[in-house]
């Protein structure tokens, strides 16, 4: 496991301290069709125990045909403290393989003001597989009130994001798999061009973890030095549709790397539009 990483914990860890008072968990999972899992059967099939469901396409903005992107403040608020999640809780996000969805959830908290929230090495999978305990038993907590102090540099928007293409101010790193971003297999999304933003650097998801787990930090540095990125310069993160790209971000404050955004309407939003430069040729 990663046990040099500031943002995440292991199984061992979370078990001890499973039921104190402060302790969130969530079950922050989501999965493309291709997965053919459904996250919320899956929760109420195992949880857990004290386990939140959070449902990544409700807790989006609704007042856009855009897939994932952040919520208002005031909504997101409204989501998560009606779950019974406070702003100062300590929180453990999860989800099935380890490294997937949950780090879109620890992103959004932490762009909506908390500062204790971890993801879980290894997912529910894992801590399945090894006995651990589970529970059908729906989680009750009494709603709270979630006081959000959003902080908008960690997003970036699609205005600044031509900017940035054009100007090349900072670096630009996809998470989607190498066959979609050099245009080799399609986008799953109807509309949407293969491809990527000149200049971008191919970064997997599925490279920054092993076995569910966050790849070390000196794994983690040459992963992503290999893939071209100066580690000392700005980057902004994308995917298909915001989710998968968190795990960029995860991994380069792993290595304190804190200029360090996310291009929410990623992928979707940008393959979609008929002026937006877009390129299948390697670097």
């Known amino acids: 496991m990663?046990?040099?990483?500031?943002?995440?914990?292991?199984?061992?860890?979370?078990?001890?301290?499973?039921?104190?008072?402060?302790?969130?968990?969530?079950?922050?999972?989501?999965?493309?069709?291709?997965?053919?899992?459904?996250?919320?059967?899956e929760y109420e099939t195992a949880h857990i125990p004290g386990a939140l469901f959070l449902d990544q396409d409700a807790i989006s903005d609704?007042?856009?045909?855009?897939?994932?992107?952040?919520?208002?403040?005031?909504?997101?608020?409204?989501?998560?403290?009606?779950m019974g999640i406070s702003a100062d809780d300590m929180i453990v996000v999860y989800d099935g393989p380890g490294y997937f969805s949950a780090p879109r959830a620890w992103w959004m908290f932490r762009a909506m003001g908390v500062s204790q929230?971890?993801?879980?090495?290894g997912g529910l999978d894992r801590w399945i597989a090894e006995g651990r305990p589970v529970t059908v038993e729906p989680?009750?907590?009494?709603?709270?009130?979630?006081?959000?102090?959003?902080?908008t540099s960690h997003v970036v928007k699609l205005d600044e994001m031509r900017r940035i293409v054009d100007s090349g101010s900072a670096q630009i790193a996809d998470a989607r798999p190498s066959g979609r971003f050099y245009g080799t297999e399609p986008e799953p999304r109807p509309g949407v061009r293969s491809g990527h933003m000149?200049?971008?650097?191919?970064?997997?998801?599925?490279?920054?973890?092993?076995?569910?787990?966050?790849?070390?930090?000196?794994?983690?540095?040459?992963?992503?030095?290999?893939?071209?990125?100066?580690?000392?310069?700005?980057?902004?993160?994308?995917?298909?549709?915001?989710?998968?790209?968190?795990?960029?971000?995860?991994?380069?404050?792993?290595?304190?790397?804190?200029?360090?955004r996310l291009y929410d309407g990623s992928w979707t939003e940008w393959g979609r539009l008929a002026d937006t430069p877009a390129t299948t040729d390697d670097k």
């Not at 609704?62 to 009606?82: E, S």
């Not at 990125?229 to 304190?256: Q, R, Y």
């Open 117 to 121: 929230v971890f993801v879980l090495d």
């Open 198 to 260: 000149p200049g971008a650097h191919s970064v997997p998801i599925t490279a920054l973890s092993e076995n569910g787990e966050l790849l070390s930090k000196p794994r983690l540095r040459a992963l992503l030095e290999d893939a071209g990125l100066d580690l000392s310069k700005p980057i902004v993160t994308l995917c298909g549709s915001g989710i998968t790209a968190a795990a960029i971000n995860l991994a380069l404050e792993t290595l304190d790397h804190s200029e360090n």
């Open 62 to 82: 609704q007042q856009t045909d855009l897939p994932h992107m952040l919520a208002a403040p005031k909504d997101f608020a409204q989501y998560v403290g009606a």
């Open 139 to 151: 989680t009750k907590v009494a709603p709270c009130i979630f006081h959000a102090d959003f902080d």
């Open 2 to 41: 990663a046990e040099d990483s500031a943002f995440t914990v292991d199984a061992d860890w979370l078990q001890q301290r499973l039921g104190q008072p402060g302790l969130t968990v969530v079950d922050g999972s989501w999965y493309l069709p291709s997965h053919k899992r459904d996250p919320r059967a």
